[in-house]
């Protein structure tokens, strides 16, 4: 081992050296070892984020379960009032509505809202269907048959589109069959969620195509519809994209993402949303003011581990400030024994190291038997620097020694008096070499 040595440093993750930091804290205050301490802080930590990560993505699935219940409720009672003009006029009977055209989804997107919004739209879905059941067309509402493999959504548009197509007959059985198989594929390549409904824009080309006066007609539509379901597909892997990166920024930014942002990144996260430019501009100024605060929080939980661990192998220290990783300094600790020797710890910000070199004060005559004095404090520092460095280890703070002298390379550093704290200056004074432990 050496004496002067210089390390570059490098910290654990924000967490980790907070953590540590917490665990020393509780360790010294409480008495406790600072390893039973480490444990129970990172089972709380741990039992902490896994409580807010479930409610959150409890929060998040539980709407989009209402979000795919109401556009099923939603696409049903579009479908189901496209059929009232031909039950109309064919039983001569108007359809009270009591619903309005457009249905505005609820503005608060909290889950009272949702189920009043889903309730009230499925009871004007049953009305309808009982007033279809009324007049004559109970024949064409059959219940829907389906194997395990058919697609939900898929089957009951096309159920529909036949309903339809039974009071607007103008192809035979064999040609309208035809027709429903071709839509069928066509919609089969639409990459829906479960229950999810056909968006209603490829739902009202699917049922011009089933509606369609002749095949010819039927063809050249199908090509719209090919073309449209590519679209979909495309957009929705866009959509499952922003989806994966706002539940990625959500557990990365964790508990400091601001109340705003959470609630837009939870819209994207349940497909209410896009992630679109603004989104993606808002999220990464706000992960880099995240960043840059967990950065300052890290340096500052890092010089509180360097001082409790300096202080727990039983040096006296001074200087060790929250900032001392942020705006640099110097600091100096010593052993009880040492006297008139200390080492004097430099931080450098820019090349983010340490330099740790033995020093003493200005005053005592230069002589042989001082230069094997200030020989013999290197070699104790010396082989006490491994321990250090362990310990620093365990607690977060990684040195990666650059530079190491051997004890003796370079004479002992003499500094001012004034430089080193106040306690040796006086023993200095005295010349008497008396050793004196460094109050803290």
């Known amino acids: 081992m050496s004496g002067p040595a210089t390390a570059a440093f490098s910290f654990a993750p924000f967490g980790a050296i907070a953590l540590a930091a917490m665990a020393l804290r509780e360790a010294h205050q409480m008495g406790r070892e600072y390893q039973d301490a480490l444990e129970e802080i990172n089972k ?26 109401a556009m099923q409720a939603e696409s049903q009672l ?56 009324q007049h004559n067309v109970a024949a064409h509402f059959a219940e829907v048959q389906q194997s395990e493999d058919e697609v939900v959504a898929v089957e009951e548009a096309l159920h529909i589109y036949m309903m339809h197509r039974a009071m607007n007959a103008q192809l035979d059985l064999a040609q309208s069959d035809a027709v429903k198989q071709m839509v069928a594929r066509i919609l089969s390549r639409l990459d829906l969620d479960h229950g999810e409904p056909v968006p209603v824009d490829l739902d009202h080309l699917a049922q011009a195509i089933v509606l369609a006066p002749d095949l010819a007609r039927a063809e050249n539509l199908s090509m719209e519809l090919r073309l449209q379901v590519q679209r979909q597909c495309d957009a929705r892997a866009a959509q499952r994209t922003g989806v994966e990166d706002a539940q990625r920024l959500l557990a990365v930014m964790a508990d400091q993402v601001p109340h705003g942002v959470q609630q837009i990144l939870e819209d994207v996260a349940a497909g209410d949303r896009a992630m679109d430019v603004q989104v993606r501009e808002l999220a990464q100024k706000t ?24 202080r727990d192998l039983g040096y006296a220290v001074e200087g060790v400030e929250n900032t001392f990783f942020i705006e640099g300094g110097v600091a100096h600790f010593q052993r009880h024994g040492w006297g008139e020797y200390f080492v004097r710890m430099r931080v450098g910000v820019e090349d983010k190291t340490l330099n740790f070199n033995v020093v003493r004060a200005k005053g005592a005559q230069e002589s042989a038997e001082r230069r094997r004095v200030d020989a013999m404090a290197e070699d104790r520092w010396c082989s006490e620097f491994p321990k250090l460095l362990e310990t620093l280890a365990a607690r977060g703070i990684t040195l990666d020694v650059k530079r190491l002298l051997g004890a003796g390379e370079l004479p002992v550093q003499v500094v001012e008096a004034s430089t080193l704290p106040a306690a040796v200056t006086t023993d200095e004074r005295s010349a008497t070499g008396k050793l004196q432990e460094l109050k803290r």
């Open 78 to 133: 579009e479908r189901f009032r496209g059929l009232l003009a031909g039950v109309e006029s064919n039983s001569g009977v108007r359809f009270e509505q009591r619903l309005p055209e457009t249905i505005e989804q609820p503005l608060e997107r909290l889950a009272d809202g949702w189920y009043r919004h889903i309730n009230a739209v499925q009871v004007e879905v049953e009305r309808i269907q009982a007033f279809i059941r």
């Open 287 to 310: 992960l880099e003011t995240i960043e840059a605060q967990r950065k300052q929080l890290q340096e500052e939980a890092a010089a509180q581990v360097l001082e409790q661990s300096l």
């Open 44 to 69: 709380r930590y741990l039992e902490i984020s896994n409580a807010r990560y479930a409610t959150q993505q409890a929060r998040i699935e539980e709407r989009k379960v209402l979000r795919t219940r």
